[in-house]
Every structure is written in C-alpha cells, then in structure tokens.
C-alpha cells in the first residue's frame, strides 16, 4: 500500500507476474479477487502448457474444423488481426516455432533444463491467414500442422478488458499490469499511473530506469532479456520471428511503446523487436510513442516518448 | 230433487273451494320461496369479497422459424481484409513522472 491512497497488490498467475492499483485504496480487495478469477480463466482458455486448456486441445485437433467456445475464437480473432496490422510480424502460428526453439514447457522448467539443441526453423509462410474462424457455426480451424500460440495477445488484451471491467465495477481508476503489460481504466490518480521502465518486469520498482506516467491507454515492454535459454547454438529468446521460424535476430534488447490499448502497445512492441533494424519506420508508420534499447544499451525514441524521464 | 243430493253437491263444492284454496296457497309459498332464495343468494354474493376473473395470457413458446439448412458456405479465412488496422496510438503520450512518484508498476520483458 502506498500512503497516497492508492492501493496494490501483486501475485503470481498465467506464469507471469500480475500487479492490480486502484486508486481508491479501499476496492483493492475486491480488484484483486475479480482479477485472480479473471486470469484463472484465461489460463484455462488459452495456456499451452496445459493440456486441458481450450487452446491446448484445439492445437491438438489442428487440420480440422471443431467447435470452440466464443472466448477462445475472440481470442484468436485478436491474435489474427494483430498478424495482419503487423505486417505478419507478430504470428499467432509461431507455436511450433517456439517449441522447437525449446520453449515447450513452462519457462521456469525452460530455466531448468541444462541445455537444447534448436531444431531446423520452419517459416510459418503466413499460414495464420489459414486460420477460420467461423462464429455462425461456433467453430475454429487451425490448418494441419499449425501450433497456435496466442502469447503476443491474449494477456496484453486480458489487461485491457480487466482494466476496463474492475474500473467499471469498481467505481475507480485502475491499473492492471500483467508480466508488464499494462492497462489503465477509469480516473487516474493525480498525475497518471507511474510505470517504470525496466528490462524486466518482475526487477523491484525502484530499479534504474525511467519512469512515465500513464493517463489513459496501454504501455507495454516486449524484450529478450528475460525470457532467454541456453541452448547449443547459443543463448535462444521466445520472440520468433515468422520469416525464419527462429528466435528473431534483432538489435533490440527491449522496446517499450504506449499506445490508445495495451494490446496495441503489445503488438507494436513485440512486432518491433521481431522487425529488427527497421524497427523505427516500422514504428513511427503506426504513430505509437516507443523507447528502443540497443543491445549494447543504447536507447532512441519514436513519437512523444518522454525523453526527459532517462534524466529523472 | 231430494235433500241428500243437494247436501252432497254443497259438499263437493265446499271440498273443491277448499282444493283451489291449497293451490293458490302452494302457489304463493313456492313463489315466496323463489323470491326468499334469490334475496338470500344476492345478499351472499353481496357479502363476499368480489371475484375477479383474471385472463391468463396463454404463453407459448417462440417458435424459432425453421431454418432452412442451405449448404454450409465455405469456411472463409480470417484475412487481411478482416483483420483490424495496424495499432495507432490516440492516446496521449506518457509523461516524465515526477522524481518522487513511487512507482506502482514495472513494464519491462517477461
């Protein structure tokens, strides 16, 4: 709790880090039980890592038409508009991809294991525009051989919808972040939601980096920093760029962008580190506000990012 | 003429007055019972709380029309055409936070 009236709390879910602010103190209770419910459901709708989750089966009936239930084919539809407002850089269809790379198992199992050998990489070939979805019959088919992955969009939109739904519910400004995806909704405190920009989600608040205050819309930070694995060929990262089915081979080490949604943000961001040198056209062509760090540290900016923050 | 048949027909009338006499007295008590019974059921049904006749809409099921199953049109694919603009930004800008905000979230990698 912090003594201004807003109130937090953090807890581990979907394999990531959720943190719930409200500015009404007195609704975090509530906020962050309607969150937990919230992402117990989406775990179970689109996990990869779990068998009984929706997506899990439906990658597993990959090559024919089954039912699927208005969640998941909302969930895919966002994914698959995200494929074509990127350019096909931010591809719903990397699932494979990502467990040949090695990430086939929870990341903490990832961490654990010793070592991986990457296997071939496959372009996916815009096989996502393969991807139907058909709402009169209530069915979703993934063409044969096709291993969704719904990471670049699910939570990034999940932190849009809850923060909409807990301020609606709640009667307060709100803040959902979620592995450092963030939402706001409702009235903000004073001066916006302050958000410090790290290379990693999870580093204590008061880590170097700058902080931004946020008013209204998403920011979110895509890396590959974090998220990285040994593997024979050298360390691998869960960002796959489509065009060689391979962790993206990319100067940027992390790419924060704040944008009208946080899966807008999500989206620009993950598709500019997977885009690589062109990440700044790429960019400033989608009008977004976004910090780029280099990987030797080295930061640019796009838009009406703060740049005096880097000072504070 | 003799005495004794002018006796009997005196009596015969006097019997026949006396038959017309219970008639008309029969009469008038089955009428005053009639009338006796109406006043007691109005009086009762005026006495009771009055009884509404409530019509009960009749409720039947919306029939939903019979579709009529056309062949299924080929699953069209979620494509470029469908698919939403690429993500633009109208919201404003985040600003530099004050120096001594404290921070209620990180955005970093995961």
């Given amino acids: ?312 | 003429m003799s005495q004794g048949s002018a006796q009997l027909r005196a009596a015969i009338a006097a019997r026949d007055a006396a038959v017309a006499r219970v008639r008309r007295s029969t009469a008038v008590v089955a009428a005053g019972c009639v009338a006796l019974g109406g006043t007691f059921a109005a009086l009762a049904s005026a006495s009771t709380h009055t009884h509404h006749i409530v019509k009960i809409p009749v409720r039947t099921a919306r029939r939903a029309p019979r579709r009529i199953v056309a062949p299924a049109p080929p699953l069209v694919a979620v494509s470029q055409a469908a698919a939403a603009p690429a993500p633009q930004s109208s919201a404003p800008a985040p600003v530099a936070a004050p120096p001594a905000a404290p921070p209620v979230a990180v955005s970093g990698g995961s």
């Fill in chain 1, 1 to 312: 709790m912090s003594p201004d009236g807003i109130g937090t709390a953090t807890f581990t879910a979907i394999g990531t880090t959720a943190t719930v602010a409200v500015a009404r103190r007195e609704a975090l209770p509530e906020a962050r039980r309607l969150l937990g419910e919230r992402l117990d459901r989406l775990d179970r709708l689109c996990s990869r890592f779990r068998d009984d989750s929706e997506l899990s089966r439906a990658n597993a009936q990959a090559g024919r038409e089954r039912a699927a239930s208005p969640a998941l084919r909302a969930a895919v539809a966002d994914a698959l508009a995200a494929a074509a407002g990127s350019d096909g850089l931010v591809d719903p269809t990397v699932g494979r991809a990502l467990r040949d790379a090695g990430y086939d198992r929870t990341f903490t199992l990832v961490r654990e294991r010793a070592s991986w050998t990457l296997r071939p990489g496959r372009p996916t070939g815009s096989r996502w525009s393969d991807v139907a979805i058909d709402d009169d019959r209530g069915t979703l088919t993934i063409p044969d051989g096709v291993e969704l992955d719904l990471g670049a969009t699910a939570k990034a939109k999940e932190a849009d919808d809850a923060a909409r739904e807990l301020a609606a519910v709640l009667g307060s400004g709100v803040l959902v972040s979620l592995g450092g995806d963030v939402a706001v909704a409702g009235t903000p405190p004073r001066g916006g939601w302050c958000v410090r920009i790290s290379d990693d989600h999870a580093a204590p608040h008061d880590v170097a980096g700058p902080l931004v205050a946020v008013a209204a819309g998403g920011l979110a930070t895509s890396g590959t920093a974090v998220r990285r694995w040994p593997t024979a060929d050298g360390e691998a990262h869960h960002l796959i760029d489509p065009r060689t089915g391979r962790p993206a081979a990319t100067p940027w080490r992390t790419v924060s962008v704040a944008a009208a949604s946080c899966l807008s943000a999500n989206v620009a961001a993950t598709g500019a580190i997977v885009c690589g040198e062109g990440a700044i056209e790429w960019l400033e062509a989608r009008r977004v506000h976004a910090r780029l760090v280099t990987r030797n540290g080295a930061v640019r900016f796009v838009g009406d990012w703060p740049q005096a923050a880097e000072a504070a």
